[in-house]
């Protein structure tokens, strides 16, 4: 008897155990409003099966044949950066240059960077059998700083793949290759620090940024070398880096592959760099904005500020106010990368776009334009005949991009050859304040200022030199 009650107190206890387990639990679960205990991350432990410690080797061997080292001559226009009620001294001065590609295919074609060959009157690629020969350029693209050379491919040659851009990781080792200062099929080794690095400002206020940082040590030589994944892809092309030291501070910037790929073959196949328009300005969503608008406080994509006349955009539909959250099926997060994937969207290609208009989603199909096309159009109405030169407003992301202050004056973005303007050492990038004793804030009013000063003869603009960042005046002549 007394055994049955003690196997009943135990299968009680049991019960009054599992209840208060089963209560406990229940007052635990998310659902009934505590949070869930915070956890260690996983443990991961990487075993060397497939020879990690041979890989950059593996990966140096194999590449290096691709490499090229790149010699230019040529010679650039030298002028005062001081200015004075005068025509400044300008001289034309001769330099050697030294840089770095990587062949990317059978017929003989090289990607390096603009700035590699921009002022060259000649270009020798020294391949890794240790032969020469020059090199003819094929295309360049200031805004993106890639270049496509050609030379004739020989027996032996290797050339490289290009990788995909998209699917690179940071924390993912890396190899760069190029000629550092001169030291041919130099080798390093880093990871990939960051990705999508847009807003670095290198490249102006007309360029497209969207680099990957690396830390693989990157100097002056290395430019326009490939940047190599450890399956042997080239996922960059090595253009910049961020140093007071002019050396290497392991903040090296590479264009990505996928961005190398749609430039190079463009520039292979029309000599130029054929680019989508959209049509509208845009703003990148800030906090500010979010508050205003009442969105959800980790809302990405961009606002339309304005709706260009005859754009694509204002003949799909596209609203002021409208808010873009993805094109053709991409998240959108910043302007920047608006203005980018827009570019390499195919002129006539038709792409959905998703805005969020009244808090309501609405998809609407847009007809890409063609950004050259429409710049010529644009740019018949800011050149100035007189002076021999172009000039746009200047913006408020130019403005930004460049450092100044406030967005005033109008920036030069073309020179045309042999013109006053080239004769007395205006350049692309000068901005122009004041026309006169007038300030001037966009083509218009600065044309029309141009065309007034005709019968005096000459004009005084105030200018900022967008080389030195000097602010001066200088006299032109107007005959």
């Known amino acids: 008897m007394m055994r049955k009650i003690k196997n009943l107190y135990f299968i009680i206890a ?3 155990t599992g209840t208060i387990f089963f209560l406990l639990g229940m007052g635990s679960h998310p659902e009934r409003g505590k949070a869930e205990e915070p956890v260690p991350v996983e443990t991961i432990v990487i075993k060397d099966e497939v020879g990690f410690a041979n890989a950059v080797s593996t990966v140096a061997n194999l590449l290096m044949p691709t490499v090229v080292h790149i010699e230019i001559t040529g010679t650039v226009v030298q002028r005062s950066p001081y200015y004075y009620f005068g025509q400044p001294q300008q001289r034309e001065v001769p330099i050697r240059a030294l840089g770095s590609g990587v062949i990317i295919s059978s017929e003989g074609y090289i990607i390096t960077n ?3 060959v921009e002022n060259a ?5 020294e391949l890794y059998d240790g032969s020469s020969q020059s090199a003819k350029l094929i295309g360049t693209d200031p805004n993106t700083d890639l270049a496509v050379i050609k030379i004739e491919p020989t027996s032996d040659m290797k050339f490289a793949k290009l990788g995909n851009s998209d699917e690179i990781q940071i924390g993912e080792w890396v190899v760069a290759i190029g000629s550092p200062r001169g030291f041919d099929w130099t080798v390093t080794a880093g990871i990939i620090s960051g990705k999508n690095r847009r807003d670095i400002g290198a490249l102006g206020p007309t360029g497209y940024e969207d680099f990957i940082q690396t830390d693989a040590s990157i100097n002056p030589g290395n430019s326009g070398g490939p940047l190599i994944n450890l399956t042997g892809e080239v996922i960059g092309i090595n253009s910049l880096i961020i140093s007071a030291s002019q050396g290497s501070e392991g903040l090296g910037f590479a264009i990505p592959s996928n961005m190398v790929k749609t430039i190079s073959e463009s520039l292979i196949k029309h000599g130029k760099v054929v680019r989508g328009y959209l049509g509208v300005n845009i703003q990148s969503i800030t906090p500010e904005i979010i508050k205003g608008l009442t969105l959800g406080r980790n809302f990405k994509g961009v606002i339309i500020t304005d709706i260009l006349p005859d754009s694509p955009a204002e003949k799909a539909g596209l609203e002021q106010g409208d808010i873009i959250i993805l094109y053709d099926g991409k998240k959108i997060e910043s302007s920047a990368q608006l203005r980018n994937f827009v570019a390499a969207t195919s002129p006539e290609g038709q792409v959905k776009v998703m805005v969020l208009r009244d808090n309501n989603e609405v998809e609407i199909t847009v007809k890409i334009g063609d950004l050259e096309n ?17 000039v746009e407003k200047v913006t408020s992301e130019i403005a930004r991009n460049l450092g100044l202050r406030r967005a005033v004056g109008v920036i030069v973005t073309d020179i045309h050859q042999g013109s006053t303007a080239a004769r007395v050492g205006i350049s692309n990038g000068d901005i122009i ?20 000063a005709v019968k005096e003869g000459s004009v005084m603009l105030l200018l900022r030199n967008g080389r030195s960042g000097r602010v001066g005046y200088i006299i032109v002549p107007l005959k």
């Open 14 to 16: 049991i019960v009054v």
């Open 114 to 116: 603009n700035h590699v």
């Open 121 to 125: 009157d000649k270009i020798i690629v």
């Open 374 to 390: 429409t710049e010529k159009q644009v740019s018949a109405k800011k050149k100035n005949d007189l002076l021999g030169l172009t």
């Open 433 to 452: 304040f004041r026309v006169g004793n007038r300030e001037v804030n966009n083509p218009n009013k600065f044309n029309s200022l141009i065309s007034e």
